[in-house]
């Protein structure tokens, strides 16, 4: 039987630091993404792809306030779902041609995904999760006085904007993923999921947040019984005392250690912690299944033992 493994795509999978933040620039990146996921379906895995939305939401909700004397502005949500959309409809086109050169014939299909958060998150009086664009302290000052938002730096790497993150709890559409499952790669839980709060009367309604796509993806992973979670982001290992002299890379991680280490500070907010907090979730749900954080090109040998940050229970 095949191995299940979901893979969460950090947003140097979508876009480059090099390049400008247009559609096209990020098609091309994508282009280069999905060669590394069709390597990882080659190898017989069967998969399903989450992806985060951190910029490209900021810049559609960006796009929609400037021009909000012309047309309404659209609410946080639906700008979210807009950019499940467009990130989705780039990750089949290009996942689904690199599977064909390997002539392997799968079906690829982004499915429109909710995620129920609870009104009582606490990260509703916390924003902490970034997105759109990084700025400079002075810009980002100015974005507080003039726009009211929240401002934070972001691990050493510039200031952005940050909104609140609260934790999923369910996935709405889960049962149609999994009747896609043995036939289809499905590309799901898009930046985490459209936010939405569930009703007494069981009705869904969209809330303004984002829900961070490695918690995301950990819920998924659980639901369908993943042999392995694997978050990709753009450095090959995990480390402690990340970008100081002393830093220290590490190749396995267990869940005591992994808890020391968070609680000493030692993995940003917004950035390393949420991927090291997935992984011990979902290690915690499976003790015999693998968790692995590595970066994009590095997946494949991650995978295979070679690098990467294994988390284990114990």
Not at 131 to 145: H, R
Not at 202 to 228: C, M, N, P, Y
Not at 266 to 271: E, K, L
């Amino acid at each position: 039987m095949a191995k299940k493994i979901v893979v969460a795509l950090g947003g140097n999978a979508l876009q480059s630091g090099k390049s400008e933040a247009t559609a096209e620039a990020q098609l091309a990146v994508v282009k280069e993404t999905c060669e590394r996921i069709a390597d990882i379906s080659e190898r017989g895995y069967e998969l399903a792809v989450v992806h985060g939305n951190g910029p490209q939401v900021g810049r559609i909700l960006l796009a929609s306030e400037t021009a909000k004397d012309v047309t309404p502005a659209m609410p946080f949500d639906v700008c979210g779902a807009m950019s499940q959309g467009y990130i989705g409809y780039h990750l089949q086109q290009a996942l689904k041609y690199a599977l064909n050169k390997r002539n392997r014939n799968i079906p690829v299909v982004t499915v429109a995904t909710q995620m129920v958060v609870e009104k009582a998150d606490p990260a509703f009086q916390n924003p902490t999760k970034p997105i759109g664009p990084f700025y400079t302290e002075e810009e980002a000052k100015a974005l507080q006085e003039s726009k009211g938002y929240t401002m934070k730096e972001d691990a050493g790497r510039g200031w952005r904007r940050v909104v609140p993150s609260p934790l999923p709890r369910r996935i709405v559409e889960i049962d149609a993923v999994k009747k896609l499952w043995d036939s289809t790669i499905v590309i799901t839980c898009g930046g985490g999921g459209i936010p939405v709060l569930e009703n007494p009367d069981g009705s869904l309604e969209g809330t303004a947040a984002v829900i961070d796509k490695d918690f995301a993806a950990e819920l998924l992973a659980e639901q369908v019984e993943a042999d392995v979670l694997m978050i990709l982001t753009e450095v090959e290992k995990v480390a402690i005392n990340f970008n100081k002299p002393n830093q220290e890379n590490l190749s396995e991680l267990n869940l005591a250690d992994a808890a020391r280490y968070c609680e000493e500070g030692q993995f940003a907010p917004g950035s390393m912690l949420p991927k090291v907090q997935a992984a011990m979730k979902f290690v915690r749900a499976y003790p015999g299944k693998r968790a692995i954080i590595t970066s994009l090109d590095k997946a494949i040998d991650a995978l295979e033992g070679k690098t990467g940050t294994v988390i284990t229970f114990a």
